[in-house]
Nanobody
Framework: QVQLVESGGGLVQPGGSLRLSCAAT????????MGWYRQAPGKQRELVAQ???????NYAVSVKGRSAISRDNAKNTVSLQMNSLRPEDTAVYYC?????????WGQGTQVTVSS
């Protein structure tokens, strides 16, 4: 069982930046595909960004160029730096870990972009 604990959410003005972090309790962090998803009210949960064990990344079109996902295998953490935030980025952001058929979620952290 892997526990994921997110931090870093909050209220930010349009155009601002935010950094989300996720700490994982596992001794095998480096083999997990780590990702960030988000879910806005009334919408389905969607992938924001993902980083594979080999360091390859992929991003949703809506955040590409404005966001950067990174992992620190020594600290068992994955982070998401988001810049030029827009009101439509408002959502609950979830940390995710995948390895084979195992799929784990954090409890989520609220990000609100509003003036």
């Amino acid at each position: 069982q892997v526990q994921l604990v997110e931090s870093g959410g909050g209220l930010v003005q349009p155009g601002g930046s935010l950094r989300l972090s996720c700490a994982a309790t596992t001794g095998f962090f480096s083999i997990y595909i780590m990702g960030w998803y988000r879910q806005a009210p009334g919408k389905q949960r969607e992938l924001v960004a993902q980083v594979r064990p080999d360091g390859m990344t992929n991003y949703a079109v809506s955040v590409k160029g404005r966001s950067a996902i990174s992992r620190d295998n020594a600290k068992n953490t994955v982070s998401l730096q988001m810049n030029s935030l827009r009101p439509e980025d408002t959502a609950v952001y979830y940390c995710n870990a995948i390895q084979g058929t195992n799929n784990y979620w954090g409890q989520g952290t609220q990000v609100t972009v509003s003036s």
